[in-house]
């Protein structure tokens, strides 16, 4: 079984890998995405300056035929191939222009009378009242084909090289002119073929005053040899933001699972539990109250120390809110056990600093009427704290008392200003420090002083609880130089949950003298 800090170097571990994996891929994925993406638009450029171009040739041939007479009577005379030559002539795109019966090329004016184009399929209609024909040039070497528009008698050529700056795409490139429906190809450039869309990106336009329509398309995959490079340092790129994205979000991780923001949601969420230690009359064991103890056992930092948790709270500025969990789940919990035993009373830890927060006793008032329990069955330990004022912290506790509220003196003897602590305060009992108990009954500097604070705290009136009693022998020793002592420790009872406490049969009949 793997430890606790193992498993997290573990899951840390996990977690930068994969945020490595998903960063490699995620930077190639988009790298394709913006590469396509680029030639989406590098694609559509080149569809429509052929487009552009096609429109201009097309335009040209247009008015090349316009320009031949379709009132000549008399077709191929001498006036009519002269006029035929000067349309041949003047027209940039036109090569030959000629008179054609049906499918019958009777003359141009390239060649005479020597009907060298022979005419194939069908012609396609054009949108300006033309027909566009394919045709084999007759008599030479190897035979050409040609691209031929008519209108009524008269025809033109498309000059062959009309469209020569397109005959040599980059290789990636490639192009077909064709009418609107697709039947006739008029020019091809390059090797188109099928294209996944993954692969690479198309185009097609068509031409609102021609029958023509230009297919382009851009054969562009990032996984290829020839962007090994490129590949190379996007992965690397991809691993690198992959890692810083797995250390922040490690870093967060171990941010929401740091005992900090753990506290947080567990005040947030009210997730501490209390446990009940009895305090007795030493002499008979006589339960006479009952110490409220927190407890806090988180999933990530297990079971964690109430003074340490008290002390984060007070740094997150949470203290407030903590008491208020233990006062209320405190009076929720013991209520009912109050009620019954009106001798009995609950006392509960607060901060002397806290009892400087006046919504605090305004909260434990407002929660004991709610609970219906008498304030003179709480208590209150005040844990000496070196940075309150502690005349201030008087005024609130006489206040407190004056209401019937009782206040102890927690850890006496323990903290570094117990005397002074002490002079300012009017409290009702004196909780011993149980490093003094330890030491009740031995020869001792620290049993010495414990007689002397048994002086003072009857020179106070206050009674006297002493912690930590853990052995008979302990009873004993305390008792023959205090016999009203009270006591508390692990002789008499461990800190309970309610339902074990209530449980206890002596809680039936608490002692009636405190
Ligand atoms: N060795 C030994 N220990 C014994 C014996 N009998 C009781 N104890 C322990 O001694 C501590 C007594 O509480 P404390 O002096 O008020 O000291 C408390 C108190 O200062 C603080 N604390 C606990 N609950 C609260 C709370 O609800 N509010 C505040 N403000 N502080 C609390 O945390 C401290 C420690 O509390 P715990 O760990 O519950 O420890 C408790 C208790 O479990 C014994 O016979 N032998």
Partial sequence: MLERSDQRRVWMRLRLAACMVLGVGLSVWLSQVLWLA????????????????????????????????????????????AALKKVAFEFRFVKDAG??????????????????????GEPTRGKTRSLLWRAVVEGSGTPDRVDITSRDTAFVVTSPGAFSPFESPPEELSATVTSVDGQLLMHAFGKPGRLSYLEGRAARFCSDRFNICVSAQVQSNIFSWEHAGLLGFVMSLGAVFGVLAGYVINQLVANARSLPVRLKAAIRHSRIELVYQ????AQDGRICGVEVLSRWNDSEHGWVAPDVFFERAEELGLAFE?????????????????????????????????ALDPRTFEFIKLEAARANVRLEQLAIELLESSTANMKMVAQRIDEFRALGGKVFVDDFGAGYSSLSYLANLRVDKIKIDRSFTKAVGDCSPAAFALIKVNEIAGA???????????????????????????????????????????????????????
Wanted: glycine fraction near 4%; aromatic fraction near 6%; proline fraction near 4%.
């Fill in 322 to 354: 903590l008491n208020k969990i233990v006062f209320r789940k405190s009076l929720a919990e013991l209520s009912a056990l109050l009620r019954a035993n009106p001798g009995l009373y609950a006392s509960i830890n607060l901060a002397a600093k806290d």
């Fill in 38 to 81: 680029a030639s989406e638009s590098r694609v559509s450029a080149y569809a429509r300056v052929i487009l552009h171009h096609s429109e201009m040739v097309a335009g040209n041939v247009v008015a090349a035929l316009e320009a031949i007479d379709q009132d000549q009577r008399v077709l191929c005379d001498t006036d009519d191939e």
């Fill in 99 to 120: 008179r054609l019966v049906g499918r019958d090329i009777q003359c141009s004016a390239l060649w005479g009378r020597a009907k060298r184009y022979s005419i194939e």
């Fill in 460 to 514: 106070m009136q206050a009674q006297v609880i002493f912690e930590g009693v853990e052995t008979e022998q302990q009873r004993q020793a305390v008792l023959s130089f205090c016999p009203q002592a009270f006591a508390q420790g692990w002789l008499f009872s461990k800190a309970l949950p309610v339902q074990a406490l209530l449980a206890r049969p002596d809680l039936i009949r608490p002692a009636e003298n405190q």
């Fill in 278 to 281: 009895p305090i007795v009359r």
